[in-house]
């Protein structure tokens, strides 16, 4: 299933052994699991996956080709509450055709996480989003996006106990808004202003501008997913 060609006989196969069925309208996922130390046992997946699940075993992680009976993000609940040093990735599709391209972003996705340092929640394309298959792609890609990028802001901040680069992630994800950025920052929109010359004197006036912007965002966007 993973590598998209499973003939009609393994279909049927896997839908006697575990439930799942390739043809049915019922969301199906390929889910990736990796733990620092030791990973669940089959039957503590079984227990703790609602649903149907094929669970493959692996050196470093566990691959689960899952139909759960309820949404994803409350099927997996009670495996990360299990296990809360879990790193958890989950990319859905629908169909034989789709499968290999899910199992194979879920497994870049995993990497992603790994690379982030991220434990005990799910990550998915929602969460992720490109930079998940950037990094997935280049786990060493992080380091140097950051440097290449937001590296003046992380020092400044490390070095003032400032709040640069959660300012210039808030004033992005508002699309450029002075108030917006205040509110969700509980500042006031004077301070963001400051905040902002501040960041321009740093990193250069076009920095939120463009293929500039771009960069800088992919590298915030990533940073704040790892904190």
Known sequence: ??????????????????????????????????????????????????????????????????????????????????????????????????????????????????ALGVRGRLITEDSLGTVGLILGADPHALNALSTLTIGPLLRYDEEHSTELTDTAHHYLLSGHSIPQTARAMFIHPNTVRQRLDRIAELMGDEWAVGQRGLDVFVALRAHMLGK
């Open 1 to 114: 299933v993973a590598l998209g060609n499973a003939g009609r006989e393994e279909i049927a196969r896997l839908r006697h052994l575990t439930g799942i069925s390739l043809n049915s309208s019922a969301q199906l996922y390929f889910v990736g699991l990796h733990s620092a130390k030791s990973l669940p046992t089959r039957p503590q997946l079984e227990h703790l996956l609602p649903g149907n699940a094929a669970i493959t075993h692996h050196d470093q992680h566990v691959c689960v080709l899952y139909q759960p009976d309820r949404g994803i993000d409350a099927a997996l609940a009670p495996l990360l509450s299990e296990f809360p040093d879990l790193t958890v990735s989950a990319i859905g599709f629908d169909g034989l055709g789709a499968a290999r391209s899910a199992h194979d972003s879920a497994m870049a996705y995993l990497k992603s996480a790994l």
